[in-house]
């Protein structure tokens, strides 16, 4: 729980037993391999799906002879991800986490499968945002079953293994992404998940219903979702194409701006007159939470940017294979891993999960500081993917355990929700606004022979990206560097 100097800390709960026993007694091994092994491949799903299609995307751009839009492959699930978190995290307060983890992996299934079948971008765009409607729910309901059972003093030992399983998945993605592409078709990328849900489902379906803990008469905020999805749909849209399918200062860019801020600053006041908001504004009012999920949108935005357009660099600009492509982000696994596990360990012994991201990400914002300068050579890719993971591998962890820690047991799903819907959302917007970045600098007939390096203006187009990609990997290290400083705005936390 919060320590006394934590600004808000009276407001939180204080954990108390629950049905499943004394969440303040010690947990078995026996009883957290039994609910770790049905919660992995939940995560395992709800990660690699993030980025499982990096290494693919150029084939895909060339199948639909669409590179411009393709960007929307990741953004689509992204946003859909971010727009079901909070809403998961109540249904899972309400009605129970199995049950709505149940139910998150049947539309992932559904998802999966429209994916299978995409006769073209646009289909394909669509077929992800309803897989999003599923992947949405996996990351928060798995973490929220996770802090059901396990007492605040006790998650840092088991956190690191969680997060160690979605970092290792969300860069294991396009490295799987770039195997699959180079030796079969991208569509087998969603066939695999298909068998995968249906083991999750049936594992799951194992563990007891847990008890919801929602008030009675407790609504679901229909309108608060409505608008939370047309403001961040406005918004990533007009990310997307403001520069280069109209300008910045065009009436459409305009008129699109506008709209968001209106909807943005409608749904706030909305939220602020509900008992149950869609948005988690009780958890986001207690300062250690809210720097926090600032810290990890900022996080999110480095990390899915650099995880997503990397491969596509090293495929578009250098000449590279999807595979190996895919294979150069090994190191960048090895740091999140890495960093990962050393973030748990040092938090169950210091008991201050608010320290590590004020550290690690200061080496992430020099690694890709050094990237953004350096020639993209397989060495110096590899040492500055390691050094970058190394630091964004301090905050994941810390980030559930600290928010989880403030909101008590009776919000774990609130609570999980909050990082999820913070990481989504900064996963968004960082590949958004990077692929807005770089393809607005580079013309769309740049982009038509760069997917055609043999033709005759293909050498040309190819050095236009490169010093395209160089600017965007510059704009990701500015913003590790605001990370640091948000980092070290979150107050002291004590477990």
């Known amino acids: 729980m919060s320590s006394p100097s934590t600004p808000g800390a009276a407001a939180a709960p204080n954990p108390t037993p629950g049905p499943a026993g004394a969440v303040d007694e010690p947990l078995s091994l026996a009883r957290f391999v039994e609910l770790f092994t049905a919660v992995m491949l939940p995560i395992l799903l709800a990660a690699i799906d993030q980025t499982l299609l990096a290494t693919a995307t150029p084939a895909i751009a060339r199948d639909f002879d669409n590179l411009h839009d393709s960007t929307w ?4 699930y992204l946003l859909a991800s971010t727009i079901m978190a909070p809403l998961y995290g109540r249904l899972g307060d309400r009605y129970g986490r199995r049950d709505a983890l149940l139910g998150a992996l049947g539309l992932f299934a559904l998802g999966s499968l429209a994916c299978t079948a995409s006769p ?7 077929a992800r945002l309803l897989q999003g409607l599923g992947g949405g729910g996996l990351m928060v309901m798995s973490q929220a079953l996770i802090g059901e059972v396990v007492s605040p003093r006790q998650r840092p030992r088991f956190q690191a ?25 991208w569509r ?5 998940n298909l068998p995968l849900c249906a083991v999750a489902a049936w594992r799951v379906a194992r563990l007891p219903k847990g008890a919801g803990h929602a008030e009675p008469g407790q609504g679901h905020d229909a309108a608060g979702v409505l608008m939370f999805a047309g403001c961040a749909g406005l918004s990533l849209l007009w990310l997307t194409l403001a520069g280069h399918r109209f ?23 909305h939220e602020r007159r509900q008992r149950h908001p869609f948005l988690p504004l009780e958890l986001l009012r207690v300062p250690a939470t809210a720097w926090t999920a600032l810290t990890v949108v900022l996080f ?58 004020r550290y690690g990400l200061v080496v992430s914002a020099l690694a890709l500081l050094a990237l953004a300068l350096a ?40 609570a999980s929700a909050t990082i999820s819907l913070a990481r989504s959302t900064g996963a968004s917007l960082g590949t958004a606004v990077f692929g807005s970045l770089v393809f607005g600098i580079a013309s769309t007939a740049d982009l038509r022979a760069a997917l055609n390096p043999a033709a005759p203006a293909g050498t040309a187009a190819i050095q236009r990206i490169t010093e395209a990609f160089h600017i965007g990997f510059g704009a990701v290290a500015l913003v590790a560097l605001a990370a640091v400083f948000v980092a070290r705005r979150v107050p002291r936390v004590d477990l």
Request: include cysteine.
């Open 73 to 76: 492959i990741a953004v689509g």
């Open 120 to 126: 073209g971008m646009w289909w394909l765009i669509a």
């Open 161 to 185: 293994w969680l997060s160690g399983v979605f970092v290792l998945s969300s860069v294991v993605g396009p490295v799987l992404g770039g195997i699959v592409v180079s030796r079969y078709s």
């Open 188 to 192: 087998w990328l969603f066939v695999a």
């Open 247 to 269: 300008a910045w200062l065009s009436l459409p860019s305009l008129a699109m701006a506008g709209c968001a801020l209106l909807l943005g600053g409608y749904l706030l006041r």
């Open 300 to 357: 999110a935005s480095c990390m899915f940017a650099l995880v997503f357009f990397l491969p596509v660099y090293l495929q578009i600009a250098r000449h590279g294979s999807a595979a190996r492509a895919g294979l150069l982000l090994l190191p960048l696994t090895a740091g999140l891993v890495v960093g990962s596990n050393l973030t748990g360990r040092i938090i169950a012994r210091s008991g201050r999960p608010d320290l590590p991201p």
């Open 375 to 414: 020639p993209a050579e397989g060495l110096v890719v590899g040492t500055l993917g390691l050094l970058a993971g190394l630091g964004f591998g301090s905050v994941m962890p810390s980030s559930q355990l600290l928010v989880q820690a403030v909101a008590g047991r009776s919000r774990l799903g609130a």
